[in-house]
């Protein structure tokens, strides 16, 4: 039976602002999962505290509203202890960027097979807009009351550093790109990073929609010229693969590296970077624990009443003192 | 008996401790083995004491019978704890070591010593030391290490005497052994448990215990006073605290631990790691251990793994858990069975990370923001350590919430004989699930409000059985839901799950109660690992013709309030015995009861509780309660 | 009078509430506001509630005399809360609107509503809702807004009306205001005040202002019941506990202030954001407010920042609380004075973010591993919030200690009157710092061991005094010692600082104690923003003949163990109030005085407690104590 | 009068394991603080948990020996609420890389004119052994009971991604060149990294002191040829100034990326990266606040008990309500 889009929809209002890009999001994911047609008995969805954080409220599948910024430690728990699990984790840019930055870095070394969705707003937006770790250097955002003073970080290159095997950048907006994208990220085998721009109405009033969509850029028919362009499209091939020598390898990266410093006039979007064939967090543990994928901790004790089947005496054999046996 | 061995920390002390005490062990004695240690890697001083008897024992003595040593340092700090009459075994080549060399040792420290020794007339050096000693009549046992070494090397074919320095560490134990008349056999399997898998270590340690057999047969006739001779007995383990947690846990279905490296905790985890693939009845299991990134990740990460259905635990100490506070809360209102197992270290921050004390029970049951039930077990005892593990996990999925388990680095660091772990009596209880067929149609309600505050649980993955988790109050389906009803309901729901738990669990897992013979002349209460030495004391007051008795708390929260009540309330003198500044258990009795305890013996030095020091607290107590309402325990070095 | 205004978040209702209280306030009445909302941006339904009398108000009451909506689910809300006799001002628009259509309303709770106006066979829409008030005697008024925002558009000459449609609320503002005979000059200024330099929005709402008291006069001939009538007063503030506790931080001498967004504690750093640079009597002083990444950096940069001799501190919520506990440790045993302000909101976890509660009382007195002083106070109404920040500043420097200054969500949200704040018997007193000239020879002991435990401060960079800090234990110097004598002397060298303050603080700071005019019939205690409530609901059992007498804790470490056992050792019913589900203070006051609170009066459905029921849980607690020992306060929507 | 090394030690006993490269990181410290001649009363060194932490205790300046983690914070507000202070903070490698990895990241957005230097020693040596984040997949150092699973980071690219504006390497054993590099750092304006290769004989048997001195490879005459050399005596230009385009910047960070990558038979050392002119945090702040830098946090309240001398009604102007007065 395939799966409609109101399969995996709530009926609880929602109560994001009018127009916020979240929607966008919301519909890319939801469409992207009913697609791909997931049982979504078996999809769990994470996401930490912050407007983007009432997603999984939204969506019908499992959902996990975790605490801020703790969203990918909660999901990659979820995974290990389960690898049949469809996992896909959702952060704020605050949330994941900022207080989560430890984690968002760790998680890149592990390469767990799950997707990392990041909606990455430039704002604070439920605690009213101070500005988030991705707002640039000197911008002053609605409710700000000074321009910041922090650098804004770039996401594409903390996920290249920190090891990520998947990173992406898409537009919420853009809901056939985004949905496109999400889809790609939940087959890749390892952690997948998507980035969404997404317009805040509220309290970002710099990257709004009507910039990203280039709406005070009118080309000579007097049509919008978008600043979003997928790079993808204009020919960058994400693709790193064992194959490939440490020159080829390295010239893509400087290529991401590149593509990931745009911005202003042409914002490029889709997937910069996937490498194939690295070894998941899974695989590694399968090569220490035998069983562990067909056996994993959440299959091995079963409900009820039981008795304790583990041999005790063999396992607590080096222990024993056998007194006078000597 | 008891006997100690010291040396810097990383030249081998561990495991001449291991050695002795499982040879000791093998004698079909019992043991009881403590270790003391900087938070240093290599060359600062770190001891061991093995206490050894015929009957069961369940704690440290302040006196030693025979003292190992092979440096100078050992001897500077522990000599004077020899008892009169006791040995000391010393390294022939330090006497003329002066006490001004050992920088080891604080430089005040020094300068007290080399007063004391130039004020009775003796050079501020080992001699002095050991002279000392012998005007107390003490048997000093010279040992020409260096001999002994070169004898061994010849014997087994090893021109590299450098290859050799660590058997030092054996020929230490085995004078002792000789001298204490311990079968060499035991001696010789011991070491060949310690050093499994390394033949030629074992070989080479093997022949130097024949070489200071040898030695000591030649040497010293005469007898030394203490004698250990084997006698019959069942199996047992010899095991640390830290162990029996490990065991509890992959016993009790623990199938996922997290972790981040932390004094006392991290040794639970590397054994675990260690046993990560183990028998069961009907093939394999495994255990997924997982160095987080921090103690966040640690505990977020096993609540992740605890909403697939695993049974997951994260191990920590002090520091470790203040990290984790947050992520417990989220546990809290989620009801997400987790299990914390806690090892207490002398706080506050950093502290003394590898020194006990019991200065976080208040801290665990307070801690984080709001309130939510918890439920926080304390063991007493290395075996109170297994069994209590079990009960962590079957607490934490009956009744749907963070479980933490209180245990101290006294306990995850003594080593000690018990009887083999019973599992007969041992269920794992998964408590109110979700039934695998339910109406199509009926929504999942993950937080349904009922009667006992237990809602039928599902787990990530189950089919149908889809469910919303908040760190928001939320509505029965787990949805956010500020409205107040629903808020005032949600809280009861959640707090009533803690007056379940109170009528569920039997009296005898929340308390142990050990009564006088007759009426009480004074009711001890206290909890952790000051069980042992208060055990041992009420032996020694009965001699004296006190009775006392004892109540210890296993449980403290939901806290047994009604037990505590009508054993306390009859009281004639009670007295707190627990290892901090505040006497925390106290407060949380007065707390609970409105008891204000009358005595208090506390201790904070870092240092486990000797029998000797509580004893002659207890009495004084007993004799001058006026004037021992607080008595600080200082005994340890 | 109790006015109301309801609407959807982020519509301006919070501007129309302050353009209200303002223009009350300057005619000379005291004002009381406070601000429900959902933990939501924009769209979910939020309301003010305005309380106004001649003489000074400290708390909210349940009935509403006039309420101001212009939509439908303020109706649909608030209407059943009118008193008999009141007012509504509503949206002539949304008379039709049926209550299923709401859907920002819960389904439940919309299907209840339906099924009650059914019974009483009106209509299921606000017409019916309207229906149901106007036979309890209340007062409607239909107002034509998009008529009156038409006209205001034409006379300041703005065509596009979807421009105007924010001065709706002006208009509900005025509306209100010419009911109640509010000089519209007052309006007019509030609104001059609070649209501070936005001239053209300035035009706008003062023309729509002069629109709806035309409207109001043409229409409404006849009295509304209520009547506001200037009188005499002084300047006053209006202020909420957020600007109070940014206010006390400046003049106490605060210059750096950390925090990580949260709610309901960032719009203090907000407001010192926005004054950072600020006059002084001899030139210009600033304060630096850094963001950081987390809490953990937050209380961490703050602590490094007071060991230069900053006053510094971090302010957040529980979840940001938990994240700091560690932190907070190290300052303890590193004897750092840091303050942090604590804003206490529903818990746990994430919990009701926009609501009140006062559940943190036992976490934040047990924080952190071990053991170390802390000072606790706790502020209970929004004067107190500015004299303590300021106090909580000199006890941290005076005791070198981290200070959790306690106040809510009802305070930092609360908007009232209070008279401008006296610092003239302020001092900013740092406490023993070091000498500028020393002997060059001898070393600075940063931890020297003091009779009162309190050693001379020098701080980072200056000249001679270098020291060290560990979280380790330590000895003089600062650097690592795990000695058990240290130990021992280093423990009860900090913890005797708790002593020292508390013999140094004047009882008045520990504790408010509101006596009864006779022997007391009821002996309340309570703490923080419950106050207020109490306050009035004694002055109403007064009249009941029931005499009542109030203790006040404002100090919960060191806890003023002998005043408090002094005022209730003689009470004849004692009662906690308490807005949390365990009644924390009154386990408190168990823990340190052994008395049992008899009563407890409990609130944890997030909203404050309202003067009406407390009172009659009060009146019934008197009448009834058995019946009534726990009571839970459930009011507020 | 000039400072001699003896001043700035203290006489305390040293506990690192003979060996330890962290011998060669004090001693490199110490003689550059003698070499600057700086101040040691405006000296502030903050050190993280791990064995590198008690360093601070050897030397004679102001020690803050802070928690596990965290060294960056308690060092940024320290140096924020006093800029005259010298900061130098110290971190182990699970310290600073590990559980302060979030910190790491944000301490590089503020660039506070201060330096960092990192004791790299692949494992967590004061809990015993475990592996630290910048160990390799894969490699199992003497106390790991199985091979390790996750990904090491690489600092340098870390750093690069955060923003930092000095990125050195630097090897414990070199002291010259540790000496040196910490010199330079010190002088950098903004934040400087120092990462320090740091033999742990005790716990990684790995990266040794004889591995990175190359002493299984010798040459023809049978001298050791070690595998950690200078890239800026290879001639790498670690500059990047605002005078630079683009392009130029890019051909450089390129060029690092491929530099941070060697190891094993090469191993650079050296400043990699130095930006010259970006503001500072402390800049950006006197932006805001004019009297920042002439009157901080620290200076502002004088000891003892004074009246505040805020003006209190101006401050309050705004919120006051002149009743009966409109
Ligand atoms: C530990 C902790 N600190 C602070 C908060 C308060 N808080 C709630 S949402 C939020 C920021 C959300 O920003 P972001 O992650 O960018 O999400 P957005 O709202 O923009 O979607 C913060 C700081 C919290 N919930 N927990
Ligand atoms: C919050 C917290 N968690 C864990 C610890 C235990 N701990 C002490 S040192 C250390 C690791 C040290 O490793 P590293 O930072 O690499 O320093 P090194 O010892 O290698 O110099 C840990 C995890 C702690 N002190 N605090
Ligand atoms: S505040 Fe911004 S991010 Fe949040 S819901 Fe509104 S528009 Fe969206
Ligand atoms: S364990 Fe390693 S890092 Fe620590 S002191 Fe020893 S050698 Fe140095
Ligand atoms: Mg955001
Ligand atoms: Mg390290």
Redesign the pocket.
């Known amino acids: 039976m395939a799966l409609k889009l109101s399969d995996v929809r709530t009926d609880l209002f929602n109560d ?2 009018p ?4 929607f966008g999001i919301e519909a890319s994911l939801q469409m992207a999962l009913t697609e791909l047609g997931i049982d979504i008995n078996r999809v769990v969805l994470f996401s930490g505290i912050g ?2 954080g009432k997603i999984v409220h939204w969506t019908n599948t499992f959902g996990i509203h975790t605490l801020h910024g703790r969203t990918l430690a909660f999901a990659q728990g979820a995974k290990l202890a389960n690898p049949e699990l469809e996992v896909v984790a959702l952060g704020g840019d605050g949330d994941g960027y900022g207080i989560g930055a430890g984690h968002f870095v760790h998680a890149g070394r592990r390469n767990i097979d799950m997707t990392y969705i990041v909606h990455n ?1 430039g ?1 604070y ?2 605690t009213k ?1 101070q500005a988030s770790p991705t707002q640039r250097l000197g911008e002053q955002t609605k409710s700000l009351p000074q321009p910041n003073i922090n650098n804004g970080i770039n996401p594409i290159i903390l996920a290249l550093s920190a090891g990520y095997t998947f990173i992406a950048r898409s537009y919420a907006f853009n809901t056939r790109h985004l949905k496109e994208t999400i889809k790609k990220a939940i087959a890749h085998k390892g952690l997948a990073l998507v980035d969404v721009l ?1 317009p ?5 009033d710099i990257e709004t929609k009507a910039w990203y969509d280039g709406e005070d850029r009118r080309d000579a028919s007097g049509r919008a010229v978008p600043r979003v362009y997928d790079v993808n499209m204009k020919g960058h091939d994400p693709l790193v693969s064992k194959e490939m020598d440490e020159d080829q390898v390295d010239k893509k990266i400087q290529h991401v590296f590149r593509l990931s410093k745009e911005w202003g006039d042409q914002i490029p979007i889709g997937i910069f970077y996937q490498e194939i064939g690295t070894p998941t967090f899974e695989d590694r543990i399968s090569a220490r624990i035998p069983s562990y994928l067909q056996n994993p901790p959440a299959k091995q004790i079963p409900p009820g009443t039981t008795k304790s089947t583990v041999e005790l005496e063999k396992l607590s054999s080096e222990l024993t003192v056998q007194a006078n046996n000597v | 008996m008891n006997w100690k061995i010291g040396g810097a920390q990383g030249s081998g002390v561990d495991s001449s401790a291991r050695i002795f005490s499982r040879a000791v062990a093998l004698a079909g004695l019992w043991v009881f083995g403590t270790r003391e240690y900087y938070s240093n890697i290599k060359g600062l001083h770190s001891y061991f004491e093995v206490r050894v008897d015929s009957n069961p024992i369940q704690c440290k003595v302040d006196r030693t019978s025979l003292l190992a040593s092979f440096d100078a340092e050992t001897l500077i700090r522990h000599a004077t704890t020899v008892e009169d009459g006791g040995g000391i075994v010393y390294n022939k080549g330090v006497t003329e070591t002066s006490i001004e060399k050992v920088d080891t040792i604080n430089k005040e420290v020094r300068q007290e010593i080399q007063q004391r020794l130039t004020d009775k007339g003796l050079k501020a050096d080992i001699s002095g030391i050991l002279e000392e000693s012998r005007r107390r009549g003490i048997h000093l046992y010279p040992i020409p290490y260096d001999d002994l070494v070169a004898q061994t090397g010849k014997r087994i074919g090893e021109q590299q005497l450098s290859k050799l320095t660590r058997i030092i560490n054996v020929l230490a134990v085995s004078v002792s052994s000789a001298l204490l008349g311990i079968d060499k056999r035991y001696i010789d399997d011991s070491i060949r448990n310690v050093f499994s898998g390394k033949q030629r270590i074992i070989d080479m340690n093997i022949t130097g215990a024949q070489v200071a057999y040898e030695f000591v047969s030649e040497n010293y006739h005469e007898q030394f006073p203490y004698k250990i001779t084997p006698i019959q007995s069942k199996d047992r383990l010899f095991i640390s605290g830290n162990e029996a947690v490990a065991l509890g846990k992959l016993v009790g279905g623990c199938r996922m631990q997290t972790y981040y490296p932390i004094t006392p905790a991290s040794d639970e985890s590397e054994f675990l790691e260690a046993h990560e693939n183990f028998d069961v009845v009907d093939g394999k299991n495994s255990i997924l251990v997982v160095q987080t990134e921090d103690e966040i990740a640690a505990i977020t990460m096993a609540i992740g793994a605890a909403l697939t259905g695993t049974r997951a635990s994260a191990s920590t100490s002090g520091p470790g858990f203040s990290l984790m506070v947050e992520g417990m809360g989220w546990s809290g209102i989620n009801e997400v069975p987790v299990v914390i197992t806690l090892y207490s270290r002398g706080g506050p921050s950093t502290g003394m990370p590898t020194r006990t004390e019991q200065g976080d029970l208040k801290f665990v049951l307070n801690a984080s923001h709001g309130e939510f039930p918890r439920i926080v077990l304390c063991s007493g005892d290395i075996e109170e350590c297994f069994y209590d593990t079990i009960r962590a996990f079957n607490y934490a999925e009956k009744y749907q919430l963070p479980v933490i388990h209180l245990v101290d680095k006294a306990m995850a660091n003594t080593n000690v004989t018990v009887n083999p772990f019973d599992t007969k009596y041992i269920s794992i209880e998964r408590g109110k699930l979700v039934q695998e067929h339910k109406d199509q149609d009926e929504l999942y309600r993950r937080f349904k409000i009922t009667d006992d505050g237990i809602s039928p649980r599902a787990f990530l993955g189950m089919s149908g059985f889809r469910f919303w988790n908040t760190g928001d109050e939320h509505d029965e389906l787990g949805h956010i839901n500020e409205e107040p009803e629903n808020r005032v309901n949600m809280m009861n729901k959640r707090m009533r799950k803690l007056e379940t738990a109170d009528t569920d669990i039997p009296d005898r897992e929340k308390v142990n109660f050990f009564p006088a013979s007759k009426t009480a002349d004074i009711t001890i209460v206290s909890w952790g690992s000051s069980k042992g030495a208060i055990l041992e004391a009420m032996k020694l007051l009965k001699n004296d013709s006190i009775e006392a008795e004892f109540l210890q708390v296993r449980i403290a929260s939901p806290f047994p309030t009604e037990l505590v009540k009508r054993q306390l309330s009859k009281a004639k003198l009670t007295v707190a015995v627990e290892q901090n500044y505040s006497g925390q258990m106290a407060s949380l009795i007065a707390e609970k009861t409105g008891i204000i305890i009358d005595n208090k013996i506390v201790k904070y030095n870092g240092r486990p509780i000797s029998l000797n020091e509580l004893y002659a607290a207890l009495k004084n107590t007993f004799e001058k309660p006026e004037e021992n309402r607080r008595v600080v325990l200082t005994s340890g070095a």
Do not use: I, R
């Open positions: 994001w602002c127009g916020c890009g979240d407007c983007h707003n704002v937006g439920l807009g997404q805040c109405p509220t309290y970002n």
